[in-house]
T-cell receptor, first 115, second 114 residues
Framework: DAKTTQPPSMDCAEGRAANLPCNHS???????VYWYRQIHSQGPQYIIH???NNETNEMASLIITEDRKSSTLILPHATLRDTAVYYC????????????????FGRGTQLTVWP | NAGVTQTPKFQVLKTGQSMTLQCAQD?????MYWYRQDPGMGLRLIYY???????DKGEVPNGYNVSRLNKREFSLRLESAAPSQTSVYFC?????????????FGPGTRLTVL
């Protein structure tokens, strides 16, 4: 029951922008899109999340399409330390009507930043 | 402020042995979670605890038990380990578990069952 679809791998030159796409065509109106990354089997690290509007923080920008069926994570100036698996996650409620949401991890995108 | 800590970092068990994985957080979070990650896969939720005193099953609870010892600590127990439980186990916590809530992860426990 895949909630999101991501390319298995991408690469990017150091210093360039990395644009990671994600499809979530079955997303519901109250479900958030989250992005996490995992560097070399460490614990996943939170990057950013959003509902409808585009979001930006010190790590990245998140662009969500108007129909909310897809999104793009942008790392504006990728560095070698950004090499990681990036997970696009739709935050689903545990139960109908519950506000308690769990993260549903797929396989993610392996981003490799090269010098 | 250590965030989420897990012990042990590595463990090797024989089939049928039991063990408890420990997790603690110092962020005063209400909700805590246990995930497992198999090679080349994303994380799958085993159990979660929305608040102190409550626990619930996630996607893959079979073969595991949990205890929310207090607000800080959430342990995962394997009563009779099986090779299929060889995995990396991650604990996470979040302020209150709501859909806008950020989960913070520990460094993981790498478990091998022979």
């Amino acid at each position: 029951d895949a909630k999101t679809t991501q390319p298995p791998s991408m690469d990017c030159a150091e210093g360039r922008a990395a644009n990671l796409p994600c499809n979530h065509s079955t997303i519901s109106g109250n479900e958030y899109v989250y992005w996490y990354r995992q560097i070399h089997s460490q614990g996943p690290q939170y990057i950013i999340h959003g509902l409808k509007n585009n979001e930006t923080n010190e790590m990245a920008s998140l662009i969500i399409t108007e129909d909310r069926k897809s999104s793009t994570l942008i790392l504006p100036h990728a560095t070698l330390r950004d090499t990681a698996v990036y997970y696009c996650i739709v935050r689903v409620a545990f139960d109908r009507g519950s506000t308690l949401g769990r993260l549903y991890f797929g396989r993610g995108t392996q981003l490799t930043v090269w010098p | 402020n250590a965030g989420v800590t897990q012990t042990p970092k590595f463990q090797v068990l024989k089939t049928g042995q039991s063990m408890t994985l420990q997790c603690a957080q110092d962020m005063n979070h209400n909700s805590m979670y246990w995930y497992r990650q198999d090679p080349g896969m994303g994380l799958r939720l085993i159990y979660y605890s929305a608040s102190e005193g409550t626990t619930d099953k996630g996607e893959v609870p079979n073969g595991y038990n949990v205890s929310r010892l207090n607000k800080r600590e959430f342990s995962l127990r394997l009563e009779s380990a099986a090779p299929s439980q060889t995995s990396v186990y991650f604990c996470a916590s979040s302020a209150d578990g709501f859909s806008t809530d950020t989960q913070y992860f520990g460094p993981g426990t790498r478990l091998t069952v022979l």
